[in-house]
């Protein structure tokens, strides 16, 4: 793995337009390109399953850390998601790669499908994992931030005893890094706390393949929620992961990996 700073500046009219952003990308294997974007839990909970596509897949896997997570700086008038997924169009175009498939988890879905909405036509298909982003009436995004990390874990993992994880028990400076993605997941989220009133009607604007796979044991957005997302977007699928929460990727990552794989094949 090699982890590259991307100086990428954003023109334009809008929100986060003349915008300068030095985003840390980790780039590992190589063959068809990947794009991974990790959720408010940071890049260490897509780290694993980064390698496990480049080695098993035979893929170039790309993990941009969202500015702010993992120790980086966020520009401060970088504070939301469309800019986010503007950011990362230009990052494909920065390094000129086609046929890209790009996977988000949970506000890397929501991300995941801002881009959709970009219709960048260097990307064949989108995967959104348990993502956030839309309103559905009745099954509301959970506010994890009131929640302590016990309660997040009941929440986020079909098992949460082998799973969850004590803060407590971290090193200083990953506990420091933690404390920085959860400042930045609070100024990304929004006034809506992890929702866009808007988005769920305009999905119905996505002309790419979009895949949307969801945890069975899902509490932070439910499995119900899931399947709105996927009835919003033209010709999505839904697919359902049996014995995960909100992070297939680390419960069930090879189930993942074959859903992911699939999905590519059909779309190259």
Same mark, same amino acid.
């Given at each position: 793995?090699?982890?590259?700073?991307?100086?990428?500046?954003?023109?334009?009219?809008?929100?986060?337009?003349?915008?300068?952003?030095?985003?840390?990308?980790?780039?590992?294997?190589?063959?068809?390109?990947?794009?991974?974007?990790?959720?408010?839990?940071?890049?260490?909970?897509v780290?694993?399953?980064?390698g496990?596509?480049?080695?098993?897949?035979?893929?170039?896997?790309?993990?941009?850390?969202?500015?702010g997570?993992?120790?980086?700086?966020?520009?401060?008038?970088?504070?939301?998601?469309?800019?986010?997924?503007?950011?990362?169009?230009?990052?494909?175009?920065?390094?000129?790669?086609?046929?890209?498939?790009?996977?988000?988890?949970?506000?890397?879905?929501? /991300? $995941? =499908?801002?881009?959709? #909405?970009l219709?960048? %036509?260097?990307? &064949?298909?989108?995967?959104?994992?348990? *993502?956030?982003?839309?309103?559905?009436?009745?099954?509301?995004?959970?506010?994890?931030?009131?929640?302590?990390?016990?309660?997040?874990?009941?929440?986020?993992?079909?098992?949460?005893?082998?799973?969850?994880?004590?803060?407590?028990?971290?090193?200083?400076?990953?506990?420091?890094?933690?404390a920085?993605?959860?400042?930045?997941l609070?100024?990304y989220?929004?006034?809506?706390?992890m929702?866009?009133?808007?988005?769920?009607?305009?999905?119905?604007?996505?002309?790419?393949?979009?895949?949307?796979?969801?945890?069975?044991?899902?509490?932070?957005?439910?499995?119900?929620?899931?399947?709105?997302?996927?009835?919003?977007?033209?010709?999505?699928?839904?697919?359902? /992961? $049996? =014995?995960?929460?909100? #992070?297939?990727?680390? %419960?069930?990552? &090879?189930?993942?990996?074959?859903?992911? *794989?699939?999905?590519?094949?059909?779309?190259?």
């Open positions: 793995m090699t982890a590259t700073v991307h100086t990428l500046a954003l023109g334009g009219t809008e929100p986060g337009a003349d915008l300068t952003v030095d985003l840390t990308v980790d780039d590992q294997g190589s063959g068809r390109p990947f794009l991974l974007l990790h959720g408010g839990g940071g890049p260490q909970t780290a694993a399953f980064a496990l596509l480049a080695e098993q897949h035979g893929a170039r896997v790309l993990t941009p850390v969202h500015p997570f993992g120790g980086t700086e966020r520009p401060e008038q970088l504070t939301d998601v469309g800019t986010l997924a503007r950011l990362y169009a230009d990052l494909l175009d920065t390094l000129d790669l086609r046929d890209v498939i790009v996977v988000g988890n949970s506000i890397g879905g929501w /991300i $995941a =499908a801002e881009l959709a #909405l219709g960048s %036509e260097r990307v &064949s298909g989108y995967v959104l994992v348990d *993502a956030a982003g839309i309103e559905v009436p009745g099954h509301p995004v959970v506010d994890i931030f009131p929640l302590t990390p016990q309660e997040l874990s009941a929440l986020s993992f079909h098992n949460p005893a082998r799973f969850g994880i004590d803060p407590a028990a971290l090193p200083e400076a990953v506990r420091a890094a933690a920085g993605n959860r400042a930045s609070a100024v989220q929004g006034p809506y706390k929702a866009d009133p808007g988005l769920r009607e305009r999905l119905a604007k996505v002309t790419s393949p979009v895949l949307v796979v969801w945890g069975e044991s899902d509490r932070v957005v439910d499995r119900d929620y899931g399947r709105a997302y996927a009835a919003a977007i033209p010709g999505a699928r839904f697919v359902l /992961i $049996a =014995a995960s929460g909100h #992070l297939p990727q680390i %419960e069930m990552p &090879s189930e993942l990996l074959c859903i992911v *794989a699939e999905f590519a094949e059909e779309n190259a």
